[in-house]
């Protein structure tokens, strides 16, 4: 990798996280519900469960897995669940976590199922957001950064379950 591919530096994604950390506090219930998306959300969630915490919130996390892309760098059209949270949510404020929103099946998926469950609420974040590729309208309520379409990878984002141990996000396929 070289520095041409750079996307968002790791100081960059902190301090966002942190400015996203003080809109959710002041719109959250204090101990909100965060149900996190594996595995590309895995770093975010805990970054910002931390950023949270130092904003007075406490919340709560669960984990969900769901997969639509595989080994490929488009999406499949077909979302599977793999991995479902184990506790009762209905009732709970939910703040459901993605890593990066592009066609939105996948967070559409997972609001729907959350709703199935009888959740009092659901509110959406997401540390990248690719409007350019929407298939499927889904609300964004807190967004880290807008993307034009480019495929990136870093910071918990894979790219053919590789570079998710870069501390910062980098655009696949440029002067790789």
Known sequence: MTDTNLLFSEEHIARRIDELAGEIAKGMPRDVLIVGLLKGSFVFVADLMRALHRRGAAPRIEFMRLSSYGL?????????????????ISGR???LVDDIVDTGRSLAYAIALLKQRGVLGIRTCALLDKPSRREVEVPMDFVGFTIEDVFVAGYGIDYAERYRDLPHIIVVGQAE
């Not at 669940?81 to 506790?87: E, N, Q, R, V």
């Open 93 to 95: 404020e939910i703040l």
């Open 72 to 88: 490929e760098m488009a999406s499949s059209g077909e979302v599977h669940l793999l991995g479902d949270i184990p506790t009762d």
